[in-house]
């Protein structure tokens, strides 16, 4: 999947604006007009999926409009119009519809059928856009989506498919291992659940698009704590909204555990703490511990087996021992992983 990205830093100041316009115009069919006098301030990044178009947009105060010439294009994707945070917000408006002022939470939908416009206001605003092709969308909803501005509301599903976008459109995200056709039906699941959808793919979104949202989610979560040794299955699932035996369903579906994957988190851990430089003036159990064990002989054990090796000789195969840094640790304890 190839991210496409526009960074109006690129250019020269007196170059950007045409710059800009060039490239809205060829990837979205959509005219960009700023202030008199001022210069475009603009980061742009697009991914594109099997009926589905994400752009995450930082700009500075501008217009982003689809005049009525632009309709011939034949695109009628419903969009997710979408602040996801920052200080600023924008207004969108269409004909006939009214208009919807989306500060850092907030969004509507927005129609490509029909002519419309985004202001931007602030001087660094956030705007993500997610759009879904009728044709495909439409098939899975309890009825059609007739045209508004409404604002949509914050639920479950939306929080989820607005941190898949922020993922899909982060700079540096790996992405060669990616689904695009998985990801796009994961999506739209999403999208059908946050608009109402029919009771059979209702059905089908929670045992898929939801699912597997909700997993990637309390895995992100686990990873950020997973140093944190009293981490516990029913604490993630509280903070989650989920029961603990819907956790364990969730894992036991991906063929493991909420223990083993988190023991697999926190040997990793341990692993690039180990054979960072940084880290040479710490000894071996000062690492196991801030790598949330808290047992030695558990930690020497599970290391071995998961590496082929003790975690003092990762570090003299990593030459990551700073001068006069203890080569072993004394005493070992016998207790179990937290968790566990």
């Not at 752009?55 to 309709?71: D, G, H, K, N, Y």
């Not at 604490?235 to 579906?253: C, N, T």
């Not at 071996?284 to 975690?311: C, D, H, K």
Request: proline letters at 5%; a positive charge.
């Amino acid at each position: 999947m190839a991210l496409i990205s526009f960074s109006s830093r690129e250019h020269s100041e007196r170059e950007r604006l045409d710059a800009a316009r060039e490239f809205y115009a060829a990837v979205a069919n959509v005219e960009l007009e700023v202030p008199r006098g001022e210069c475009p301030e603009i980061e742009a990044r697009i991914q594109l999926l099997p009926g589905v178009s994400i752009a995450s947009v930082e700009c500075s105060p501008l217009i982003a409009q689809r005049e009525l010439t632009s309709l011939a294009d034949g695109n009628d994707d419903i969009s997710f119009l979408l602040n996801p945070s920052g200080q600023g917000g924008w207004t969108t408006s269409q004909p006939r519809l009214g208009e919807a002022t989306c500060h850092a939470g907030e969004g509507c939908l927005g129609f490509n059928e029909l002519p419309g416009r985004v202001a931007f206001h602030g001087s660094r605003v956030r705007f993500l856009s997610i759009g879904f092709s009728r044709r495909l969308l439409s098939p899975r909803l309890n009825q059609d989506i007739r045209p508004a501005v409404d604002k949509l509301l914050r639920t479950e599903p939306l929080r989820h498919l607005s941190r898949l976008a922020l993922a899909l459109t982060a700079s540096g995200m790996d992405r060669a291992d990616r689904d695009p056709v998985a990801l796009a039906e994961q999506m739209t699941d999403l999208a059908a659940l946050c608009l109402g959808a029919s009771p059979d793919a209702a059905y089908r979104a929670r045992g898929r698009g939801l699912r597997e949202a909700r997993l990637r989610a309390i895995k992100a979560d686990m990873f950020a704590h997973a140093g944190h040794g009293d981490l516990t299955l029913p604490e993630v699932a509280r903070r989650h909204g989920v029961s603990p035996g819907y956790l364990r369903a969730l894992f036991r579906h991906e063929r493991t555990t909420f223990t083993d994957y988190l023991l697999s988190l926190r040997l990793q851990l341990a692993w690039r703490r180990l054979v960072a430089p940084r880290f040479a003036q710490l000894a071996v159990s000062e690492i196991a511990f801030a790598s949330g064990f808290n047992n030695l002989s558990w930690f020497y054990r599970a290391f071995r087996q998961q590496f082929g090796m003790t975690p003092t000789e990762a570090r003299l195969e990593a030459g990551a021992f700073a001068a006069g840094a203890p080569l072993r640790d004394g005493g070992r304890h016998d207790v179990t992983l937290s968790g566990r």
